[in-house]
T-cell receptor, first 117, second 111 residues
């Protein structure tokens, strides 16, 4: 089945630094990937839609200059949290769609836990 | 995408069937009902989806009412590993459309 790999699974960084999170579709090509953020005991909140070869589409209230998304190939999207602050500490999850899957469902990565200190 | 309403939490005894309800009274004709679950600190996992007919796979069954305004996910023999948050989502099936998560139902399976 379709597999989405996220890296790293957890990261601790200092306030003011930038962190890059990778999302790879391992056995399929994904023209569209989605990035979510999840705070403790809350649901997933969609941040942006990442489109291969074009600019990402951000949800209302999400700062595009702070959360840089690059989708340079059909198997890789990256999310860079720039100038991270403690309030950016969260669980970040990506998802991608395998057109070949019967369910047209979206496969999710295992998530990246970011802690900003 | 249409909104869904789910109970905040439910308990189920191990080995018994877990029936998780979902209301989606504003669902459109081309929207499917999807179910995902999220085990603590992991990414969501697809369970099942359907349009109007009842569906069954190796994980669960999905019962959709005739008017499509509600559905029930059934885990026939719940195990402790089924403890998770279950999300009911309605969306069109074609690609590129966002998947918006509601609050979900926290299912506790007890020994």
């Amino acid at each position: 089945g379709a597999v989405v790999s996220q890296h790293p699974s957890w990261v601790i960084c200092k306030s003011g630094t930038s962190v890059k999170i990778e999302c790879r579709s391992l056995d399929f090509q994904a023209t569209t990937m989605f990035w979510y953020r999840q705070f403790p005991k809350q649901s997933l909140m969609l941040m942006a839609t990442s489109n291969e070869g074009s600019k990402a589409t951000y949800e209302q209230g999400v700062e595009k200059d702070k959360f840089l998304i690059n989708h340079a190939s059909l198997t890789l999207s990256t999310l860079t949290v720039t100038s991270a602050h403690p309030e950016d500490s969260s669980f970040y999850i990506c998802s991608a769609r395998d057109k070949g899957q019967k369910n047209y469902g979206y496969t999710f990565g295992s998530g990246t836990r970011l802690t900003v200190v | 995408d249409a909104k869904t309403t789910q109970p905040t939490s439910m308990d189920c005894a191990e080995g018994r069937a877990a029936n998780l309800p979902c209301n989606h009274s504003t669902i459109s004709g081309n929207e499917y009902v999807y179910w995902y679950r999220q085990i603590h600190s992991q990414g969501p996992q697809y369970i099942i989806h359907g349009l109007k007919n009842n569906e069954t796979n190796e994980m669960a069954s999905l019962i959709i009412t005739e008017d499509r305004k509600s559905s029930t996910l059934i885990l026939p023999h719940a195990t402790l590993r089924d403890t998770a948050v279950y999300y009911c989502i309605v969306r069109v099936e074609t690609g590129g459309f966002k998947t918006i998560f509601g609050a979900g139902t926290r299912l506790f399976v007890k020994a």
